[in-house]
C-alpha cells in the first residue's frame, strides 16, 4: 500500500540535510529492521517447535503432492463404511 | 518508471480494497476456522468447511493475488522501488511467503471440505477446524498493513547507491510527485 500522500522523500535524507543527518539516515541496519527480523526469527522458530511437539505432522513438505498428508487418498482407500472417527481425527491437523 | 498521478491513484485504490478484502476474509475464514474447532454438530462443522473451501479459492486467493501484483506495480511505478526501502522489501517478503502458504494450504482445504460432504455424522464432528493458519496468517497481513502505514524510515544498501547514485533525478521525483 504505497500511499500517495506520504511521498519517499519523507523516508529519505533530506538534500540539505547535515552530513551527521545523512548517516544516521543510511549508516547500517535501521534498529527497527535488527528488531523485526530478530523477532520474525524467534516466532518462526516457536512455530517449528510447536510443530515439532505436536507430532512433527506438519510443515511446508506436508503442502507437496508427495506428502503423507492426502486426505482424497486415505479417504478413497477405504469404504466409506468403514471410514471412522479416529481416521477424521488423523486427518486434522490438531 | 513513473506512473501518471490519475493511474497511481487508480492502482492505490485498487491495492487498498485488495488488501484489506484479503485482511477480512482471512478475519471471516478464521471465524469459520474456530466454529469447525470447537463445534461437535456435523452440520456446523461441514457447512464451515464448505464455506472454508469457497471463501478461500473465490474470495481469499483473488485478493491475495491482485494485492501481491498491484503491490509489485506501486512499487515500481512509484519513487519507492522494490528493493530501495526495507519496510517494502519485507512487506514483499511477508506477502510472498503469505501468497504461497495460502497456494499450498489450499488443496488440503478441498481436500477436507470434501471429507466433510461425505463422512457421516459421527466422522464430520470430529474433523476439527483449520485456526493455525488463518490465526498466523491474519497476524501477518496485520504487520505488512502497519509497515504500508507507517513506513518506517531507512535505505537498504541498494537504495543508499541509487541515491547518491541519481540525487537529482529522485529529488525531480519527489517534486514533482502529486500529494
Not at chain 1, 522458530?45 to 510447536?50: D, F, H, K, P, S
Not at chain 2, 462443522?45 to 491482485?66: N, T
Not at chain 2, 501468497?99 to 466433510?116: E, F, K, N, Q, Y
Not at chain 2, 541519481?166 to 510527485?177: H, L
Request: some cysteine; charged content about 15%; hydrophobic content about 50%.
Amino acid at each position: 500500500m504505497n500511499d500517495v500522500e506520504h511521498q519517499p522523500g519523507e523516508a529519505s535524507p533530506p538534500a540539505e540535510s547535515s552530513p551527521e543527518e545523512k548517516i544516521r539516515w543510511t549508516a547500517g541496519v535501521p534498529r527497527w529492521v535488527k528488531v523485526f527480523v530478530i523477532t520474525a526469527l524467534g516466532v518462526a522458530l516457536l512455530i517449528v517447535a510447536l510443530m515439532l511437539v505436536s507430532g512433527g505432522r506438519h510443515g511446508p513438505g506436508r503442502h507437496l503432492p508427495s506428502a503423507r498428508f492426502d486426505a482424497p487418498a486415505v479417504y478413497n482407500a477405504r469404504a466409506a463404511s468403514v471410514f471412522s472417527a479416529d481416521d477424521a481425527s488423523a486427518l486434522s491437523w490438531r | 518508471m513513473p506512473m501518471p498521478p490519475a493511474l497511481r491513484r487508480a492502482m492505490l485504490a485498487t491495492h487498498i480494497v485488495c488488501s484489506v478484502g484479503w485482511l477480512g476474509a482471512a478475519a471471516a475464514y478464521l471465524a469459520l476456522g474456530v466454529a469447525a474447532e470447537v463445534s461437535m454438530q456435523p452440520q456446523i462443522v461441514r457447512a464451515a468447511w464448505i464455506g472454508m473451501e469457497l471463501s478461500g479459492w473465490f474470495v481469499i486467493v483473488p485478493f491475495a493475488f491482485l494485492a501481491f501484483l498491484t503491490g509489485l506495480v506501486m512499487s515500481l511505478g512509484t519513487p519507492w522501488g522494490l528493493f530501495k526501502h526495507y519496510w517494502v522489501v519485507i512487506a514483499l517478503v511477508l506477502t510472498t511467503l503469505s501468497l504461497a502458504v495460502l497456494l499450498l494450504h489450499m488443496p488440503s482445504v478441498s481436500s477436507l471440505a470434501s471429507l466433510a460432504r461425505t463422512a457421516d455424522d459421527a466422522a464430520a464432528s470430529r474433523l476439527g477446524g483449520d485456526v493455525p493458519h488463518p490465526a498466523l496468517g491474519l497476524l501477518v497481513l496485520i504487520v505488512i498493513t502497519v509497515l504500508n502505514v507507517h513506513k518506517p524510515r531507512g535505505l537498504t544498501p541498494y537504495g543508499q547507491h541509487k541515491q547518491t547514485k541519481e540525487p537529482k533525478d529522485s529529488t525531480r521525483n519527489r517534486a514533482a510527485a502529486p500529494r
